[in-house]
C-alpha cells in the first residue's frame, strides 16, 4: 500500500539557518504530494502540493520539487524564522482516491 | 481559515459514552473526510463520504460511524468511548472530482474520554 516516511524529528534550528525536511514516498500510480503543517494548538493547514513530477510547490518561502526518480518530495526553506516553528506532515493521495496518507510529521523548532 | 467548519472543538466525556462531532465542509465541496489523530498513531483516515454516500473506509472502529445528510454536512459519531480514543479529529474537506484535488482541513475537535 501507500506510504509516507519523513525524517524524524525534532529539527532545531536557529532563526535564518537553511532548512530542509526530508520525505520520500512509496505509492502505486503517479500520486500528487503535499506538505501540511500544523502550528501548536490548532489544524492542519496545506502548504503547498504538486500533482506531477518535477513540479514545484511553493508558499510562505518554503518549496518542494516532486522527484518522481527519487520518489521523494523534500521541503526546503532557505531562511526560517521562529514563527516557523510547527510540525510538518509530508503527504500523498493517489490517482484515483483522493484520501491522503501521512508521514508521522517532523517537529520543527526555531529559536531566535 | 479553510471554510471547514467542526463542532466542538473540545468535549470532555466519561468511558462508555457516546459523542456526535459535526463538520461543515467548504461551500460547494461534495467530499468530506474523517481523521484522527494520537499521538501514538499519528493520522489515521478513517472513513470518506462523496454527496451523501460512503466512499472510503479507513481505520475506523465498529464503535464509530458517520454520514453525511443531504446538505452535505457530516457528523462522526464515536460510541462506547475508551480512553484510548482520546484524540485530535478533523474534518476535511474536497471539490468534484477525484485525483489531485487539494483536502482542506479544519480546525479539529478535541476529544477527552475519562
Known amino acids: 500500500g501507500d506510504s509516507v516516511t519523513q525524517m524524524e524529528g525534532p529539527v532545531t534550528l536557529s532563526e535564518e539557518a537553511f532548512l530542509t525536511i526530508n520525505c520520500t514516498y512509496t505509492?502505486?500510480?503517479?500520486?500528487?504530494l503535499f506538505w501540511y503543517v500544523q502550528y501548536p494548538g490548532e489544524g492542519l493547514q496545506l502548504l503547498l502540493k504538486?500533482?506531477?513530477?518535477?513540479d514545484k510547490g511553493s508558499n510562505k518561502g518554503f518549496e518542494a520539487t516532486y522527484r518522481k526518480e527519487t520518489t521523494s518530495f523534500h521541503l526546503e526553506k532557505g531562511s526560517v524564522q521562529v514563527s516557523d516553528s510547527a510540525v510538518y506532515f509530508c503527504a500523498l493521495s493517489d490517482q484515483g482516491y483522493s484520501t491522503l496518507t501521512f508521514g508521522k510529521g517532523t517537529m520543527l523548532l526555531v529559536s531566535p | 481559515d479553510s471554510g471547514v467548519t467542526q463542532t466542538p472543538k473540545h468535549l470532555i466525556t466519561a468511558t462508555g459514552q457516546r459523542v456526535t462531532l459535526r463538520c461543515s465542509p467548504r461551500s460547494g465541496d461534495l467530499s468530506v473526510y474523517w481523521y484522527q489523530q494520537s499521538l501514538d498513531q499519528g493520522l489515521q483516515f478513517l472513513i470518506q463520504y462523496y454527496n451523501g454516500e460512503e466512499r472510503a473506509k479507513g481505520n475506523i472502529l465498529e464503535r464509530f460511524s458517520a454520514q453525511q445528510f443531504p446538505d452535505l454536512h457530516s457528523e462522526l459519531n464515536l460510541s462506547s468511548l475508551e480512553l484510548g480514543d482520546s484524540a485530535l479529529y478533523f474534518c476535511?474537506?474536497?471539490?468534484?472530482?477525484?485525483?489531485?484535488?487539494?483536502?482542506?482541513f479544519g480546525e479539529g475537535s478535541w476529544l477527552t474520554v475519562v
Open positions: 505509492a502505486t500510480g503517479y500520486p500528487s
Open positions: 504538486a500533482t506531477k513530477a518535477d
Open positions: 476535511a474537506s474536497s471539490g468534484m472530482g477525484e485525483s489531485g484535488n487539494t483536502i482542506y
